[in-house]
Protein backbone atom coordinates (compact mmCIF):
# COMPACT_ATOMS: atom_id res chain seq x y z
CA UNK A 1 0.00 0.00 0.00
CA UNK A 2 1.43 3.60 -1.20
CA UNK A 3 1.97 6.21 2.05
CA UNK A 4 0.53 9.17 1.96
CA UNK A 5 1.26 11.93 4.13
CA UNK A 6 -0.98 13.59 6.64
CA UNK A 7 -1.32 17.02 7.78
CA UNK A 8 -3.73 18.50 10.32
CA UNK A 9 -5.28 22.49 10.38
CA UNK A 10 -5.61 22.98 14.31
CA UNK A 11 -4.70 21.18 17.37
CA UNK A 12 -7.62 20.68 18.17
CA UNK A 13 -8.82 17.88 21.12
CA UNK A 14 -10.40 15.46 18.90
CA UNK A 15 -7.69 15.73 16.51
CA UNK A 16 -5.23 14.87 19.60
CA UNK A 17 -7.48 12.38 21.30
CA UNK A 18 -8.14 10.76 18.53
CA UNK A 19 -7.76 11.31 14.61
CA UNK A 20 -4.59 11.93 15.18
CA UNK A 21 -3.50 8.68 16.70
CA UNK A 22 -5.82 6.63 14.30
CA UNK A 23 -3.48 8.50 10.96
CA UNK A 24 -0.36 7.60 12.86
CA UNK A 25 -1.50 4.06 13.43
CA UNK A 26 -3.26 3.06 9.78
CA UNK A 27 -1.85 1.55 7.30
CA UNK A 28 -0.83 3.69 4.08
CA UNK A 29 -0.83 6.87 6.40
CA UNK A 30 1.88 8.73 7.73
CA UNK A 31 0.78 12.15 10.35
CA UNK A 32 3.60 14.31 8.47
CA UNK A 33 2.87 18.01 9.93
CA UNK A 34 0.23 20.04 12.21
CA UNK A 35 -0.59 23.26 11.61
CA UNK A 36 -0.59 25.15 14.93
CA UNK A 37 1.30 28.43 16.22
CA UNK A 38 1.69 26.70 19.61
CA UNK A 39 4.30 24.35 19.72
CA UNK A 40 2.93 23.45 23.65
CA UNK A 41 0.14 22.05 21.11
CA UNK A 42 1.90 20.36 19.61
CA UNK A 43 3.97 18.35 22.25
CA UNK A 44 0.87 16.06 22.45
CA UNK A 45 1.03 15.04 18.89
CA UNK A 46 4.37 14.95 19.07
CA UNK A 47 4.87 12.24 22.06
CA UNK A 48 3.15 9.39 19.42
CA UNK A 49 4.44 11.06 16.03
CA UNK A 50 7.97 12.33 17.00
CA UNK A 51 9.01 13.12 13.45
CA UNK A 52 5.88 15.56 13.42
CA UNK A 53 6.41 19.09 11.55
CA UNK A 54 4.85 21.95 12.80
CA UNK A 55 4.06 25.23 10.58
CA UNK A 56 2.71 27.87 12.41
CA UNK A 57 -0.50 28.83 9.91
CA UNK A 58 -2.51 26.47 8.08
CA UNK A 59 -1.41 28.50 4.99
CA UNK A 60 2.19 27.14 5.40
CA UNK A 61 0.82 23.81 6.10
CA UNK A 62 -1.56 23.88 3.04
CA UNK A 63 1.81 25.32 0.89
CA UNK A 64 3.69 22.41 2.01
CA UNK A 65 4.55 19.88 -0.95
CA UNK A 66 5.44 16.83 1.04
CA UNK A 67 1.88 16.81 2.28
CA UNK A 68 -1.14 14.73 0.18
CA UNK A 69 -4.23 14.80 2.22
CA UNK A 70 -5.17 17.74 5.17
CA UNK A 71 -7.85 16.62 7.98
CA UNK A 72 -9.71 19.55 8.78
CA UNK A 73 -11.14 19.44 12.49
CA UNK A 74 -11.44 22.86 12.64
CA UNK A 75 -15.01 24.87 14.19
CA UNK A 76 -18.36 23.95 11.83
CA UNK A 77 -18.61 27.41 10.31
CA UNK A 78 -14.75 26.96 9.39
CA UNK A 79 -14.97 23.89 7.21
CA UNK A 80 -16.52 25.09 3.62
CA UNK A 81 -13.99 27.43 3.54
CA UNK A 82 -10.72 25.77 4.91
CA UNK A 83 -11.97 22.48 2.55
CA UNK A 84 -12.18 25.05 -0.27
CA UNK A 85 -8.35 25.78 0.09
CA UNK A 86 -7.22 22.48 1.04
CA UNK A 87 -8.53 21.63 -2.30
CA UNK A 88 -7.18 25.00 -4.31
CA UNK A 89 -3.61 23.81 -2.66
CA UNK A 90 -3.92 20.63 -5.03
CA UNK A 91 -4.46 18.18 -1.32
CA UNK A 92 -6.98 15.35 -0.66
CA UNK A 93 -9.07 16.60 2.41
CA UNK A 94 -11.10 15.05 5.23
CA UNK A 95 -13.15 17.17 7.05
CA UNK A 96 -15.09 16.94 10.26
CA UNK A 97 -18.99 17.04 10.45
CA UNK A 98 -20.99 19.17 9.81
CA UNK A 99 -18.66 19.19 6.86
CA UNK A 100 -21.06 22.36 6.10
CA UNK A 101 -23.61 24.67 7.54
CA UNK A 102 -26.47 24.53 4.99
CA UNK A 103 -26.83 21.42 1.96
CA UNK A 104 -26.53 24.79 -0.25
CA UNK A 105 -22.68 24.94 0.79
CA UNK A 106 -22.17 21.23 -0.30
CA UNK A 107 -22.73 21.79 -3.96
CA UNK A 108 -19.84 24.44 -4.13
CA UNK A 109 -17.69 21.70 -2.61
CA UNK A 110 -18.77 18.99 -5.03
CA UNK A 111 -17.90 21.46 -7.49
CA UNK A 112 -14.38 22.39 -5.71
CA UNK A 113 -13.66 19.17 -5.69
CA UNK A 114 -14.30 18.14 -9.27
CA UNK A 115 -12.48 21.06 -10.28
CA UNK A 116 -9.30 19.81 -8.44
CA UNK A 117 -9.01 16.69 -9.07
CA UNK A 118 -8.64 15.53 -5.86
CA UNK A 119 -10.80 13.05 -3.34
CA UNK A 120 -12.75 15.43 -0.32
CA UNK A 121 -15.63 13.89 1.88
CA UNK A 122 -16.85 14.54 5.27
CA UNK A 123 -15.36 12.13 8.39
CA UNK A 124 -18.15 10.45 9.17
CA UNK A 125 -16.45 7.29 10.89
CA UNK A 126 -18.86 4.88 11.78
CA UNK A 127 -20.22 3.96 8.29
CA UNK A 128 -16.55 2.28 8.23
CA UNK A 129 -17.34 0.30 11.59
CA UNK A 130 -18.52 -3.13 10.68
CA UNK A 131 -21.18 -2.67 13.07
CA UNK A 132 -23.30 -0.62 11.05
CA UNK A 133 -22.09 -2.69 7.62
CA UNK A 134 -23.79 -5.74 9.24
CA UNK A 135 -26.54 -3.74 10.11
CA UNK A 136 -27.12 -2.28 6.55
CA UNK A 137 -26.89 -6.19 5.58
CA UNK A 138 -29.37 -7.41 7.78
CA UNK A 139 -31.67 -4.35 6.60
CA UNK A 140 -30.99 -5.28 2.88
CA UNK A 141 -31.39 -9.32 3.26
CA UNK A 142 -34.91 -8.31 5.16
CA UNK A 143 -33.85 -10.16 8.58
CA UNK A 144 -36.09 -8.47 10.59
CA UNK A 145 -38.93 -8.72 7.80
CA UNK A 146 -40.38 -5.28 6.92
CA UNK A 147 -38.63 -2.42 8.60
CA UNK A 148 -41.49 0.09 10.25
CA UNK A 149 -39.95 1.97 12.39
CA UNK A 150 -36.44 3.44 13.93
CA UNK A 151 -35.91 5.33 17.01
CA UNK A 152 -31.99 6.75 17.67
CA UNK A 153 -31.18 8.38 20.95
CA UNK A 154 -27.73 10.29 21.74
CA UNK A 155 -27.17 12.78 24.15
CA UNK A 156 -24.05 13.83 26.62
CA UNK A 157 -24.29 16.76 28.85
CA UNK A 158 -22.03 19.94 27.95
CA UNK A 159 -22.97 22.57 29.91
CA UNK A 160 -19.69 24.78 29.44
CA UNK A 161 -20.69 28.29 28.17
CA UNK A 162 -17.06 28.18 26.56
CA UNK A 163 -17.17 25.19 24.51
CA UNK A 164 -17.59 25.33 21.24
CA UNK A 165 -21.03 23.05 20.73
CA UNK A 166 -22.51 25.87 22.67
CA UNK A 167 -21.60 29.23 20.85
CA UNK A 168 -23.65 29.95 18.27
CA UNK A 169 -20.70 31.64 16.15
CA UNK A 170 -19.02 28.61 15.74
CA UNK A 171 -22.15 26.18 14.60
CA UNK A 172 -22.68 24.78 17.71
CA UNK A 173 -25.70 22.81 19.20
CA UNK A 174 -26.48 19.90 19.29
CA UNK A 175 -28.03 18.88 15.67
CA UNK A 176 -24.83 20.25 14.00
CA UNK A 177 -22.93 17.76 16.42
CA UNK A 178 -24.84 14.95 16.98
CA UNK A 179 -27.94 15.12 14.85
CA UNK A 180 -25.61 14.34 11.96
CA UNK A 181 -25.25 11.21 13.61
CA UNK A 182 -29.03 10.66 14.37
CA UNK A 183 -30.08 10.98 11.15
CA UNK A 184 -27.31 9.72 8.75
CA UNK A 185 -27.06 6.27 10.31
CA UNK A 186 -30.56 5.43 9.57
CA UNK A 187 -29.77 7.28 6.38
CA UNK A 188 -27.43 5.19 5.60
CA UNK A 189 -28.49 1.58 7.29
CA UNK A 190 -32.05 1.55 5.71
CA UNK A 191 -30.92 3.76 2.16
CA UNK A 192 -33.42 6.18 3.16
CA UNK A 193 -34.34 9.80 2.78
CA UNK A 194 -36.73 11.69 4.83
CA UNK A 195 -40.46 12.42 4.25
CA UNK A 196 -42.55 14.46 6.50
CA UNK A 197 -40.79 15.21 9.84
CA UNK A 198 -41.63 17.06 13.24
CA UNK A 199 -38.93 18.90 15.20
CA UNK A 200 -39.59 20.28 18.84
CA UNK A 201 -36.20 22.09 19.73
CA UNK A 202 -35.41 23.97 23.33
CA UNK A 203 -32.59 25.92 22.71
CA UNK A 204 -30.21 28.30 25.10
CA UNK A 205 -28.53 30.97 24.10
CA UNK A 206 -28.89 30.80 20.65
CA UNK A 207 -27.75 26.98 20.07
CA UNK A 208 -30.32 24.01 19.89
CA UNK A 209 -29.26 21.47 23.46
CA UNK A 210 -32.69 19.11 22.60
CA UNK A 211 -34.08 18.30 19.81
CA UNK A 212 -37.02 16.05 19.53
CA UNK A 213 -37.78 14.37 15.72
CA UNK A 214 -40.34 12.29 14.60
CA UNK A 215 -42.04 11.85 11.20
CA UNK A 216 -41.37 9.12 8.38
CA UNK A 217 -38.60 8.14 6.04
CA UNK A 218 -38.71 6.23 2.86
CA UNK A 219 -36.19 3.97 1.86
CA UNK A 220 -35.58 1.12 -0.16
CA UNK A 221 -38.00 -1.08 1.57
CA UNK A 222 -40.90 1.67 1.47
CA UNK A 223 -41.74 3.84 4.42
CA UNK A 224 -41.58 3.35 8.21
CA UNK A 225 -41.80 6.00 10.73
CA UNK A 226 -39.25 7.14 12.73
CA UNK A 227 -38.09 9.07 15.53
CA UNK A 228 -34.63 10.83 16.85
CA UNK A 229 -33.90 12.33 20.50
CA UNK A 230 -30.52 14.92 20.44
CA UNK A 231 -29.35 16.63 23.77
CA UNK A 232 -26.62 18.13 24.80
CA UNK A 233 -27.73 18.67 28.11
CA UNK A 234 -28.49 14.92 29.30
CA UNK A 235 -26.96 12.34 31.11
CA UNK A 236 -24.74 10.20 27.88
CA UNK A 237 -26.83 7.77 26.19
CA UNK A 238 -26.53 6.45 22.78
CA UNK A 239 -29.04 3.67 20.91
CA UNK A 240 -30.39 2.98 17.76
CA UNK A 241 -33.31 0.43 17.19
CA UNK A 242 -34.60 -0.79 13.80
CA UNK A 243 -38.12 -2.38 14.09
CA UNK A 244 -39.39 -4.91 11.77
CA UNK A 245 -42.52 -6.74 11.10
CA UNK A 246 -40.27 -10.00 11.98
CA UNK A 247 -37.71 -8.64 14.10
CA UNK A 248 -35.24 -6.08 15.73
CA UNK A 249 -31.94 -4.94 15.32
CA UNK A 250 -30.50 -3.11 18.50
CA UNK A 251 -27.23 -1.06 18.55
CA UNK A 252 -26.21 -0.16 22.18
CA UNK A 253 -22.99 1.77 21.26
CA UNK A 254 -23.66 3.11 18.09
CA UNK A 255 -22.07 5.93 17.49
CA UNK A 256 -18.88 6.14 20.14
CA UNK A 257 -17.39 2.43 19.62
CA UNK A 258 -14.58 1.74 22.24
CA UNK A 259 -15.30 5.44 24.37
CA UNK A 260 -18.89 5.38 25.21
CA UNK A 261 -18.72 1.04 25.20
CA UNK A 262 -18.55 -1.26 23.55
CA UNK A 263 -19.45 -1.81 20.32
CA UNK A 264 -22.87 -4.53 19.59
CA UNK A 265 -25.27 -4.88 17.38
CA UNK A 266 -28.17 -7.86 17.97
CA UNK A 267 -30.51 -9.46 16.17
CA UNK A 268 -34.02 -10.49 17.51
CA UNK A 269 -36.49 -12.91 15.90
CA UNK A 270 -39.14 -14.46 17.19
CA UNK A 271 -38.72 -18.38 18.21
CA UNK A 272 -35.34 -18.09 17.43
CA UNK A 273 -31.81 -17.14 19.93
CA UNK A 274 -30.35 -13.50 19.22
CA UNK A 275 -27.68 -13.17 17.29
CA UNK A 276 -25.48 -10.70 19.08
CA UNK A 277 -22.40 -9.53 17.44
CA UNK A 278 -19.20 -7.57 19.16
CA UNK A 279 -16.41 -5.80 17.93
CA UNK A 280 -13.84 -5.80 20.69
CA UNK A 281 -10.57 -3.92 19.73
CA UNK A 282 -12.33 -2.39 16.16
CA UNK A 283 -11.24 1.34 15.73
CA UNK A 284 -13.42 3.01 13.38
CA UNK A 285 -11.19 6.27 13.15
CA UNK A 286 -8.50 3.56 11.78
CA UNK A 287 -10.83 2.18 9.46
CA UNK A 288 -11.79 5.56 8.07
CA UNK A 289 -7.85 6.44 7.43
CA UNK A 290 -6.91 3.02 5.58
CA UNK A 291 -10.25 3.40 3.76
CA UNK A 292 -9.31 6.74 2.52
CA UNK A 293 -6.10 6.11 2.13
CA UNK A 294 -7.05 3.00 -0.30
CA UNK A 295 -9.86 4.82 -1.89
CA UNK A 296 -7.29 7.63 -3.11
CA UNK A 297 -4.36 4.98 -3.97
CA UNK A 298 -6.33 2.13 -5.50
CA UNK A 299 -9.14 3.67 -6.51
CA UNK A 300 -11.09 1.00 -3.85
CA UNK A 301 -14.80 1.82 -2.66
CA UNK A 302 -15.45 4.84 -0.62
CA UNK A 303 -18.31 4.32 1.97
CA UNK A 304 -19.08 8.10 2.39
CA UNK A 305 -18.92 10.76 -0.27
CA UNK A 306 -20.00 14.45 -0.61
CA UNK A 307 -23.04 13.89 -2.08
CA UNK A 308 -23.89 11.48 0.96
CA UNK A 309 -23.03 14.37 3.20
CA UNK A 310 -25.31 16.57 1.42
CA UNK A 311 -28.20 14.32 2.04
CA UNK A 312 -27.72 14.26 5.86
CA UNK A 313 -27.25 18.38 5.65
CA UNK A 314 -30.51 18.57 3.32
CA UNK A 315 -32.00 16.42 6.06
CA UNK A 316 -31.10 18.47 8.99
CA UNK A 317 -32.19 21.83 6.94
CA UNK A 318 -35.41 20.19 7.23
CA UNK A 319 -35.56 19.35 10.64
CA UNK A 320 -34.98 23.23 11.44
CA UNK A 321 -37.68 23.96 9.03
CA UNK A 322 -39.85 21.61 10.51
CA UNK A 323 -39.57 23.03 14.07
CA UNK A 324 -42.89 23.69 15.70
Not at 60 to 89: G, M
Request: charged share 20%; aromatic share 8%; proline share 6%.
Amino acid sequence: MAVLNWGILGAAKFAREHMGPAIHAARGARLAALATSSEEKAQPFKAFAPDLKRHDSYEALLADPAIDVVYIPLPNVLHVEWTKKALAAGKHVLTEKPIAMAASEIDGLIAARDAAGKFATEAYMIVHHPQWQLTRRWLDEGQIGELRHADVAFSFNNPDPGNIRNKPETGGGSIPDIGVYAYSSVRYAARAEPGDLRAVIERENGVDVFAQVTGEMIGAQGRFSYAAMTSTRLHPRQQVVFQGSEGLIRLTCPFNANVFDQAEVTLCRKGEPDQVQRFPGVTQYVLQVENFVRHVTEGADYPWTLEDARGTQAMIDKVYASEV
